[in-house]
């Protein structure tokens, strides 16, 4: 088992920035594929970004790319997401997952998730 845990997540008026983090234990951290994923409110879960096990490569839905950056530090054990220039849209709660093979853009090939942490972002 690997398990995840989120934080970072809050309140920010549009414009603002957050950083998410993803704490991982349990296995090889640096064996995984990484994604986060969001859920905004009344709507299904949807691909954010996700990057391979190395860091070398890293994949964006169209709306966040140029303002958002996912990063690894396989030494820490952590995923990151730099979000800046963040919109109302933007509100839900992101989720962290692994995947043995890959970091695909859909949910089904994750393996393991964490609990998510609430991003609320205010006009």
């Known amino acids: 088992q690997l398990q995840l845990v989120e934080s970072g997540g809050g309140l920010v008026q549009a414009g603002g920035s957050l950083r998410l983090s993803c704490a991982a234990s349990?296995?090889?951290?640096?064996?995984?594929?990484m994604g986060w994923f969001r859920q905004p409110p009344g709507k299904e879960r949807e691909f954010v970004a996700g990057?391979?096990?190395?860091?070398?490569?890293?994949d964006y839905e169209d709306s966040v790319k140029g303002r958002f950056t996912i990063s690894r530090d396989n030494a820490k054990n952590t995923v990151y997401l730099q979000m800046n220039s963040l919109k109302p849209e933007d509100t839900g709660i992101y989720y962290c997952a692994a995947e043995a093979v890959g970091w695909g853009t859909s949910q089904y090939e994750y393996d393991y998730w964490g609990q998510g942490t609430q991003v609320t972002v205010s006009s």
């Open positions: 990057i391979s096990w190395s860091g070398s490569f890293t």
């Open positions: 349990g296995r090889t951290f640096s064996r995984y594929g």
